[in-house]
């Protein structure tokens, strides 16, 4: 049984497209809060082998000395970015949706 990106599987009820565009915006959101500081401390660790002994070593020593924000800074970009992509198909028919 197919269901198509509007239908839910369990009710088989249509969602609206605004749900669909809520819930891409925020999977892209929750994404970006997971995946963002691991891939810096990823690239930190590539570039700087000798400095860190391990990703938890890596992720404390970059809070010590540029503290929290430091794990996310740049991180508007990709989020705007995963934002739009995750949401595309349920954006392109939210926004075709005649209210």
Same mark, same amino acid.
């Given at each position: 049984?197919?269901t198509?990106?509007n239908?839910t599987k369990?009710?088989?009820?249509?969602?609206?497209p605004?749900?669909s565009f809520?819930?891409?915006?925020?999977a892209?959101?929750?994404?970006l809060?997971?995946?963002?500081?691991?891939?810096?401390?990823k690239?930190?660790?590539?570039?700087f082998p000798?400095k860190y002994?391990? *990703?938890?070593?890596?992720? +404390?020593? /970059?809070?010590?000395e540029?503290g929290? $924000?430091?794990?996310?800074k740049?991180?508007?970009? *990709?989020?705007?970015?995963? +934002?739009? /992509?995750?949401?595309?198909?349920p954006l $392109?028919?939210?926004?075709?949706?005649?209210?």
């Amino acid at each position: 049984m197919s269901t198509s990106i509007n239908t839910t599987k369990k009710t088989g009820r249509k969602k609206k497209p605004y749900q669909s565009f809520i819930s891409g915006s925020t999977a892209g959101v929750v994404e970006l809060l997971i995946m963002y500081p691991t891939e810096l401390v990823k690239t930190q660790m590539q570039l700087f082998p000798t400095k860190y002994t391990g *990703p938890f070593q890596c992720a +404390t020593s /970059i809070v010590k000395e540029n503290g929290y $924000k430091a794990l996310y800074k740049g991180g508007l970009k *990709p989020l705007l970015a995963g +934002t739009v /992509i995750k949401s595309k198909k349920p954006l $392109k028919i939210f926004l075709n949706f005649n209210f």
